[in-house]
C-alpha cells in the first residue's frame, strides 16, 4: 500500500465538504491549485535532482 491510498479519500471528503460549504466553483479552484502544486512539485524535484552533487569530504588521517 502506499500513502496515496489514504491521500486520495481524505482529498475526496475535503472537496467534497469545501463543494457543499462554499460551492461548486470554490471546490473547483481548489482541484486547480492542487494540480498546479503537484505539477510545481514535481518538476522541482526533477530539477533538483538533477544538480551536481556535492563531493564528500574524506576523514584526513595523515595529521594523526
Known amino acids: 500500500?502506499?500513502?496515496w491510498n489514504f491521500g486520495f479519500p481524505?482529498?475526496?471528503i475535503i472537496c467534497d465538504?469545501?463543494?457543499e460549504v462554499y460551492g461548486y466553483s470554490t471546490a473547483k479552484?481548489?482541484?486547480w491549485i492542487g494540480i498546479i502544486a503537484?505539477?510545481?512539485f514535481s518538476n522541482l524535484?526533477?530539477?533538483i535532482n538533477e544538480?551536481?552533487?556535492r563531493k564528500q569530504r574524506?576523514?584526513?588521517l595523515e595529521h594523526l
Open 51 to 53: 544538480l551536481p552533487r
Open 45 to 47: 524535484s526533477l530539477f
Open 1 to 3: 500500500m502506499t500513502r
Open 58 to 60: 574524506g576523514i584526513n
Open 38 to 40: 503537484e505539477l510545481v
Open 10 to 12: 481524505i482529498t475526496f
Open 29 to 31: 479552484a481548489f482541484i
Open 17 to 19: 465538504i469545501v463543494s
